[in-house]
């Protein structure tokens, strides 16, 4: 079926770095995605990795894509305050259709 | 600006109304997607349109229904509404229909009281 599993909450330092995991379902899934929600506002793209692909990196911003095991994480470096939001993961679901799963997000706690 | 601009950004209207909320998606992007986000759902897909044509269906229900126009702008139409449509509902848009660069607008925010 499908389901994208992240874990709720993760509290960093800042400075340090932080790294969001998330395992999803669908095996031909082509493209998975990071986005990034600050209160009351949208979701911001912030990173997308095709399939075929084992790692991404974007600035602070590194994608791992295990597709063996179908794990996905996010790691953001020198994590700052301004990056506390939640983080959604998502999958695009194979077989002609064209909707993103997405996981129930990750909170992200920055403190000094 | 993600480039895809949603009007309204709030909108408060009684039970059994009827609201339309319209996407511009980004320049380029010829698919165009409707999801609604509530806090015991999570984010659920609604529709998708590709050039004007209906081309997936996720957990819409029958009172709300979309459109995509010529110019490629959307409408998705919520009537006779409840108090559990209250929710933030997203439109986003890509360039092809599996995927690639996908960005979300900013959302509406409907409040049905």
């Known amino acids: 079926g499908e389901d994208v599993e992240q874990s709720l909450f993760l509290s960093v330092r800042e400075g340090d770095s932080s790294v969001i995991n998330c395992t999803y379902t669908d095996s031909s899934s082509t493209y998975l995605y990071w986005y990034k929600q600050e209160p009351g506002a949208g979701l911001q793209l912030l990173t997308y990795?095709?399939?075929?692909?084992d790692m991404k990196q974007d600035q602070r911003l590194t994608v791992l894509l295990n597709k063996k095991d179908k794990h996905l994480s996010l790691r953001i470096a020198d994590t700052q305050t301004g990056d506390s939001a939640i983080y959604f993961c998502a999958e695009i679901q194979a077989g002609g259709y064209n909707k993103l799963i997405f996981g129930a997000g990750t909170r992200l706690a920055v403190h000094p | 600006d993600s480039g895809v601009t949603q009007t309204p950004k709030h909108l408060i209207t009684a039970t059994g109304q009827r609201v339309t909320l319209r996407c511009s998606p980004r320049?380029?992007?010829?698919?165009v997607y409707w999801y609604q986000q509530s806090l015991d759902q999570g984010l659920q897909f609604l529709i998708q349109y590709y050039n004007g044509e209906e081309r997936a269906k996720g957990n819409i229900l029958e009172r709300f229904s979309a459109q995509q126009f010529p110019d490629l702008h959307s409408e998705l139409n919520l009537s006779s509404l409840e108090l559990g449509d209250s929710a933030l509902y997203f439109c986003?848009?890509?360039?092809?229909?599996?995927?690639?660069?996908?960005?979300f607008g900013s959302g509406t925010r409907l409040t049905v009281v």
């Open positions: 320049s380029g992007d010829l698919s």
């Open positions: 990795i095709f399939s075929n692909m």
């Open positions: 986003a848009s890509s360039v092809e229909t599996g995927g690639g660069r996908y960005t």
